[in-house]
């Protein structure tokens, strides 16, 4: 009995010993645990983005300012609090309109197209995309991300301006207001001057009606105001009317951006 144990014993030393030499002491790096971990791919940098600013000639008459009201709408409907206003104290304005816009509010394309002496339409593109031809968010917007996106969003709004009845534009406004100067070059080469802008009036259409108007009743000889006109729900309507009839009674001089000689920088006008 003995014999067998001591014999067992010595065969599995022995087949031990054999697989020990099969068997490499640490294994190979590619398989080890660390480095079976892949590391990420380093982000892209972000585009660098520019928001441009805009001033137009100065009447450089005392009590005689004289501004651009300048319009955005991006989605949603017509705000007539801001319309009416426009139409009936008679001030000139340049709104910048997306093809989105166009479709939901007929009629009050109607009343821009009958009223010529007012308005100046111009693009704010197809979809509300800003102009940046790489990938990013903007404000949480994804952005076009290419320049051929950039291209249709510029080109596909002018053409549903057309389609609307409305003149071949000559201005165009990105969603967000913001570009990289890869962009803007491909917008000016297309043809447009870039609309910035010097007085932000509404923030976005998100601020209060009491700074709204204090805002915009604030712009100075040769400012170029921003606000919206596709809120009108937005508490800041009410503030851009009222700012509106303020600065008229200040003597104010409205002019659309077609009527003056303007300055824009970041080479979006040159």
Known sequence: MNRILLASAFLLANMSAALADEVPPTLPAAVGPASA???PAPKAPAPKLVEPHLHIARSNIAGHARIALT???????ADER????????????????????LKRNPAAVAVFLQNPDLFELENHGENHIPAVDTPTLIYGIASAGSPQAVRQEVEGGAAAMVAAGIPAPHWFRGSTAKYDLSAIGEIRAMGYRIAGYSVNGDGGSLLGAAITEKRIASARDGDVVISHVNQPTHAAGEGVAKALVDLKAKGTEFVRLEDVEDTGDDKTTE
Do not use: H, K, N
Not at 82 to 101: D, K, N
């Open 82 to 101: 801001i319309l009416s206003t426009l139409v009936r104290e008679r001030i000139p304005a340049t709104i910048f309109v997306t093809a989105r816009w």
């Open 37 to 39: 971990a892949i590391s």
């Open 71 to 77: 319009f955005d709408a991006c989605m949603g409907q």
